[in-house]
């Protein structure tokens, strides 16, 4: 059993800071990528930022140079920080992380966590 917490959200001004964190537990073998993704009312689920074992990372082009990805291997867990925030990154934010068992590999969404940004 897996489970993914996140935690962080809220609501903030327009040029606010937050940072949203996601630990995995549970029957976890090994864990590569970790990503972040957001779905605002009405539109689909995007990519928001994805970060590998090894450190490399990739962003949307909305959030380069805004947002930035991170994560501490020791407690399976990855941070997304986001910094002059607009109020088109109003969205739930899920964080996603494949996880291998040892035996399968298996997508594990987290519940989400609402960002709302008031200009």
């Known amino acids: 059993q897996v489970q993914l917490v996140e935690s962080g959200g809220g609501s903030v001004q327009a040029g606010d800071s937050l940072r949203l964190s996601c630990a995995a537990s549970?029957?976890?073998?090994?864990?590569?990528?970790m990503g972040w993704y957001r779905q605002a009312p009405g539109k689909q689920r995007e990519l928001v930022a994805g970060?590998?074992?090894?450190?490399?990372?990739n962003y949307a082009d909305s959030v380069k140079g805004r947002f930035t990805i991170s994560r501490d291997n020791a407690k399976n867990t990855v941070y997304l920080q986001m910094n002059s925030l607009k109020p088109e990154d109003t969205a739930v934010y899920f964080c996603?992380?494949?996880?291998?068992?040892?035996?399968?590999?298996?997508?594990?969404w987290g519940q989400g966590t609402q960002v709302t940004v008031f200009s």
């Open positions: 549970g029957s976890i073998f090994s864990i590569n990528y």
């Open positions: 970060i590998t074992s090894g450190g490399s990372t």
């Open positions: 996603n992380v494949p996880i291998s068992t040892g035996h399968v590999i298996v997508p594990y």
